[in-house]
C-alpha cells in the first residue's frame, strides 16, 4: 500500500509559482501512475495533472495546461506539480493519489486508491 505526504502549499501572488512535492513510502511506487487532484471550498474534487509510472506521458486539465508541470522522480519516490502563472481561481487544497500498481493513470479521483492528506494553496490578486 501506497502512503502519501504532500508539502509545498503556502500563499502566493497571482503570476506566481509554487512547487509541491508528493512523498511516497511503499514498494509499488515505481510500478503506480499518480496524480493531482484540487478541491477549492465547495466544489467537488477535479483533476489537475497525472504522469505514468515511467514518467514518459502525463496529462493535464485544460485550466492548467501550459502553466503547470508533473514530473516524478522514481528514485526519491516523490512526484512534483509545478505551478506557474498562478491565478486566484487556482486556490484549492491539493492532494496526490496513487492508481493500484500496472494501471495507467485516468481522470477520476475514484480510479485512485490511496491519498495524501492535501496541501493548500492560496493565490491573492
Known amino acids: 500500500q501506497v502512503q502519501l505526504v504532500e508539502s509545498g502549499g503556502g500563499l502566493v501572488q497571482a503570476g506566481g509559482s509554487l512547487r509541491l512535492s508528493c512523498a511516497a513510502s511503499?514498494?509499488?511506487?515505481?510500478?503506480?501512475?499518480m496524480g493531482w487532484f484540487r478541491q477549492a471550498p465547495g466544489k467537488e474534487r477535479e483533476f489537475v495533472s497525472a504522469i505514468t509510472w515511467s514518467g514518459d506521458r502525463s496529462y493535464y486539465a485544460d485550466s492548467v495546461k501550459g502553466r503547470f508541470t508533473i514530473s516524478r522522480d522514481n528514485a526519491k519516490k516523490v512526484v512534483y506539480l509545478q505551478m506557474s502563472s498562478l491565478r486566484p481561481e487556482d486556490t484549492a487544497v491539493y492532494y496526490c493519489?496513487?492508481?493500484?500498481?500496472?494501471?495507467?493513470?485516468?481522470?477520476?479521483?475514484?480510479?485512485?486508491?490511496?491519498w495524501g492528506q492535501g496541501t493548500q494553496v492560496t493565490v491573492s490578486s
Open positions: 493519489a496513487a492508481r493500484p500498481p500496472l494501471l495507467f493513470y485516468t481522470t477520476q479521483p475514484t480510479d485512485y486508491r490511496a
Open positions: 511503499g514498494r509499488t511506487f515505481i510500478t503506480t501512475a
